[in-house]
């Protein structure tokens, strides 16, 4: 008999057109997911998929069974979403996913008021380096919400939290720690602490180099946020970072860039969140540790 998730890791298998992918997103190895779709291939007498150089294309099989496969995922979830409102919020666990950055600044202090009033309801966070990871994880039902920069186009429901603020940081003794502002171009010439290619953060700081008319050239790529500011306090660079994930014995020199480099972060869910999710959302957007909403105007 089949089991819900090998429904969805053919589901997720089709809606990306790639075990790699499907995979990946499931958070599986790929030969993992290869047994599961045999076991549910033996279970519906034939194949369902036929793999292709670069892609997989649904078998006669297999186009039966999808729109069945994507039923039973819709009922599970809404039984699941039932069986959280009859318990009146207090027992379950809420997936949320987000980006590795997110987790450092953002979510500690919305995460400590969540398990003070519902500590019976769990968290799972599913941490991913990019939004475009974040879209992905999110279109393939791997969690509730999703916490991070608005998504474009986004096709569900969106809440914006506030604007995070982003600072250089550099070291104690750096030459450029001899006040509080600075503007980039005056770095320019500097090799700067970045981040490693498909980090969220590195969209965020080339794109600001890059309105301050130059390319940053490189001293060390990193694809740990908080390693950056200690990278930086090292002496190896500045960096630019989310001002809440410093620690309060951060030992560099903290620069506010001019003009200020900021993102919007927003919750969003596929739907109208159910209310666990909802609940969430709203102590995440009081919560007085969300330094991002200090830029809201």
């Not at 890791?9 to 790699?20: K, Q, R």
């Not at 791997?142 to 939290?161: F, S």
């Not at 080339?206 to 301050?212: H, I, K, R, T």
Request: glycine share 8%.
């Amino acid at each position: 008999m089949a089991t819900l998730r090998q429904l969805e890791y053919l589901v997720t298998v089709v809606d990306h057109g790639s075990f790699t992918k499907a995979a990946e997103l499931l958070h599986v190895t790929q030969p993992a997911l290869s047994h599961q779709i045999r076991t549910l291939e033996r279970s519906a007498g034939g194949p369902l998929l036929e793999r292709l150089p670069r892609s997989v294309r649904l078998t006669p099989t297999g186009r039966a069974m999808l729109p069945h496969a994507r039923a039973a995922l819709a009922d599970a979830e809404r039984a699941r979403c039932a069986a959280r409102q009859a318990a009146g919020l207090e027992v379950g666990e809420l997936q949320i996913a987000t980006l590795y950055s997110i987790t450092l600044g953002v979510l500690p202090a919305a995460l400590r008021e969540w398990r003070r009033t519902r500590p019976n309801v769990g968290i799972r966070l599913f941490e991913h380096r990019h939004t475009d990871e974040l879209v992905d994880a999110m279109n393939a039902g791997e969690a509730d919400l999703a916490v991070g920069p608005e998504p474009p186009n986004w096709p569900g429901i969106t809440r914006a939290l506030g604007t995070e603020e982003l600072v250089v940081v550099v070291a104690a003794d750096d030459p450029a720690a001899t006040g509080d502002t600075v503007k980039l171009q005056d770095l320019a010439d500097r090799s700067w602490v970045h981040y490693a290619p498909g980090h969220g953060l590195a969209d965020v700081l080339d794109n600001a180099c890059a309105q301050a008319g130059f390319e940053p050239r490189i001293a060390v790529r990193t694809e740990q946020t908080a390693a950056a500011p200690a990278l930086a306090a090292a002496g190896l660079g500045p960096a630019l970072v989310p001002d809440n994930i410093l620690p309060k014995d951060f030992d560099g020199h903290i620069l506010h860039p001019e003009p200020a480099v900021r993102r919007m972060l927003t919750a969003y869910t596929r739907g109208e969140p159910d209310p666990l999710a909802a609940a969430f959302i709203d102590v995440l957007f009081r919560s007085a540790g969300i330094r991002a909403r200090e830029g809201d105007a």
